[in-house]
């Protein structure tokens, strides 16, 4: 059977918003979810994202 767990996805590209924003994303989504989510942040760079999300980036 197929995993039917929600995904979010967001990214988090250059400097218009600190990697704070993420983690209250994740909190926000963590108040209105009555069940287990995912939250995969693409990023540019490794912030300080919380861990309970997954972030990916991208050396460049």
Do not use: H
């Amino acid at each position: 059977m197929a995993d039917l767990t929600p995904v979010f996805l967001c990214f988090k590209w250059g400097k218009g918003y600190p990697c704070k924003y993420t983690n209250i994303l994740y909190r926000a989504l963590s108040d209105i979810m009555t069940g287990p989510f995912r939250l995969i942040c693409l990023t540019n760079g490794r912030f300080a994202v919380y861990s309970k999300s997954s972030a990916s980036w991208a050396n460049a």
